[in-house]
Structures are given as C-alpha cells and as structure tokens.
C-alpha cells in the first residue's frame, strides 16, 4: 500500500508544489512584496520540501529524514530577506497542503499513515528551519562583533573616512545622536560577558551601545544619550574598580574621536587624583591630564582660566595673590582694597571661570593654569 501513496505522490509533486505556492501567494502579503528572483528561491524550497518527503515516505526503513538539506538550495542571503517566522508559515502551508490531498494520494488504508508521516516530517523541517535560522544569526553577529571593534578603534584613532562610514551604516548608528564615550577598568571575567552587559542595559535605557574591552580597558560609546554624566552615573556598575570617566557628549559617532580622547586621557591621569568622583567627567580631570602631557588639556586649562580674565586687571591681579596668602585679610592688605572687595572678586572670578579660590581643588586647578600659561 505505501508504495502505491509513494507513486501518487511522485506523479503529484509538481501539482503539491504550485498549490503550497499559490496558498502563499493568497494567504501572506510578506510573499507577495518579495522580489521575483526570492519568490523562485522560495518556490524551490518548497518544491525541495515536498520531494524530500516523498523520498523519505518511499522508503520507510531509511535513515530519519534530512530536511536541513531542503535549505540548501537557497543562498544564504535569503534567511536575511525572509523571517524565521515566515519560514515557519511556509513550512505550514506546504504541510496543510499536503494534509488535505492526502485522501486524494493515499491507497485505501494507507491514510492515516500518511498523515502521521506529514506530522513527523513537519517537526524535522520545523527544526531544521531553526537550525538554519540560529546558524544565520551567529555568522551575523560574528561578523557584527568583528565590524563592532573595527568601527570602536576608528572611533578611539579618530579616524572619520569613508570606511568609517560604511562601516557605521552597516551597524544602524548612521542616524543615532548624542554619543559619549566612557573609559574605566573592565571587570573580572570574560569580555565578552562584560560587552554583553553594556549592551543589555543599554537596551533597558533606550540607547546603543559599541563596546571593546583592550586588554584590562573597557570602553563602552553609547548613543542617544541626552545628559552624558547623568547616563554614565547609570552604568558605572559596570566597570571594575577604580575610575570610570566620561568624555564630553559630541553630536554623532563621527565626532566621538574627541570624547574617546578625553576619556581615555583622564583615564589615564586619574590615579593623581585619588579621591576623584565615579563617575568622573574628563573635564574635571584637566588639570592631572595636562599634567600627564596631554597638549589639548593644557591648552583647554589655560584658556578657561586666563582667557575671562584678559581684560579684567583686577581679577587677574587678585588670583596670584589669594593662591599665595590664602586669605581675604592678607590679600586685601597686599592689594590695599577692603576684604570685601576681595570677597566680589573671588566671587566674580567663579562666575567666569567656574573655579572658586577658596576650594582647595579649585585653587590647585587655577595655580596649576597659571603656571601652564607662564610657560
């Protein structure tokens, strides 16, 4: 009896095929806005389908089925253009297909047989369509891990050419706005546990996130981001001990050369300022990182502290002076002004410069400004 239903289902393959496909074609307007070319691809598959079954129902003492083998004559490309979804939707209108010829191509007791054949060759190509589908999305995210740390060293080498962007396309972060970059010690374990955990909570904030750990570094540049210190103090758990500092926010990934530099740059000069917050905007770091040699610091330190005081005499005059005595009595009576004249200027020279004289971390600041700008 099986072999007269393997008969009728060779000389019915052809007539199983174009149903399974004009079901589609019917049924899921994802098919119908295919490309003519992928239509074909998937019309193969279903004919591929159909005649592996009818292969495997012919002889019932073979090897189990290998439906995997069906995807193999689609190029992998397809799996990008068609959901795993619509795979599995395919995967049932060939099967409902083939369910309801069967009293048509079954021999008189051979029906039941045949359909739990069907069922059982469904759950393989079920399978198979997901093996296909996960083995897709690993080459996927390979690839998009290795084109991660490619667009993540452009970004800290400050190199914004056209392979950049490329590469940022490729990546969905041609459109994303707001972006800072935070540089810290990673944490114990794995990196790629720790990138996998940038990446989650950059999920649950709303944001994207690139990430590369280098050898004990991590740096994670998040995009989307409105309020950088704000967003950084959200994350900071992420990082090993010790500083985690936060560049300045930039416009897009093309300009977060300048606020890798910065966090990597405070990074590393953070160690000289022990008690340090976490996190840590660079630019609270300017002084240590002029003290380390970084050249764009210094000039930035100089210029916010000499350049609001150019054509204020008074002012300039009266911040040597406070830094050397260290009190508004003594400074009053060296400048032959009244104490309370030293008072509004202190407080006028915080205004301008963001410094106030008489923090102790401000006055190193300041001190440390004038210096730079004498030599």
């Known amino acids: 009896m099986a072999t007269t239903t393997a008969r009728r289902l060779e000389r019915s393959a052809d007539q199983l095929s174009a149903a399974a496909i004009a079901r589609l074609e019917s049924s ?20 591929a389908g159909i005649n592996a079954f009818i292969t495997w129902y012919r002889d019932p003492h073979a090897s189990p089925p290998m439906p995997i083998d069906v995807f193999a004559t689609a190029p992998r490309e397809l799996t990008r253009s068609i959901a795993l979804q619509q795979t599995l ?3 049932r209108t060939a099967i409902d297909v083939v369910e309801e010829h069967v009293p048509q191509l079954a021999a008189k007791g051979d029906e039941h047989q045949l359909r739990e054949a069907v069922l059982t060759y469904s759950r393989e190509i079920a399978f198979a369509a997901a093996h296909v589908y996960a083995q897709a999305a690993e080459s996927r995210g390979a690839w998009d891990a290795r084109l991660e740390a490619l667009v993540v060293d452009a970004v800290l080498r400050a190199e914004a050419d056209e392979v950049l962007s490329s590469r940022v396309a490729a990546l969905g972060w041609d459109e994303v706005r707001g972006v800072i970059v935070i540089a810290g010690a990673a944490p114990p374990g794995p990196g790629t546990e720790a990138l996998d955990a940038l990446r989650r909570n950059a999920i649950h904030e709303g944001l994207v996130a690139l990430g590369s750990v280098q050898r004990n570094l991590l740096i994670a540049i ?5 309020d950088g210190l704000t967003t950084a103090a959200g994350f900071q758990h992420l990082w090993g001990e010790g500083a985690v ?3 300045p926010l930039v416009p897009h990934l093309y300009a977060a050369g300048r606020s890798a530099r910065a966090a990597l740059s405070g990074f590393a000069s953070a160690p000289a300022w022990p008690r340090a917050p976490r996190p840590c905007p660079a630019s609270e770091l300017l002084p240590e990182r002029a003290l380390t040699g970084d050249t764009r610091a210094r000039r930035a330190l100089v210029d916010k502290v000499t350049r609001p005081l150019r054509d204020r005499a008074a002012l300039r005059d009266t911040v040597p002076v406070y830094l050397d005595q260290g009190s508004l009595e003594a400074t009053a009576r060296e400048l032959f002004v009244h104490p309370n004249t030293v008072r509004y200027r202190l ?4 205004e301008l410069t963001g410094y106030d004289l008489t923090d102790t971390r401000d006055a190193f600041t300041v001190r440390l400004a004038l210096a730079l700008s004498r030599v």
């Open 245 to 247: 500092v936060v560049g």
């Open 222 to 226: 998040l995009g989307g981001v409105e």
């Open 28 to 47: 899921y307007e994802w098919y119908r806005l295919l490309p003519a070319d992928e239509r074909s691809w998937v019309g193969l598959v279903a004919q």
């Open 89 to 91: 939707q395919m995967v």
């Open 347 to 350: 407080g006028r020279i915080a």
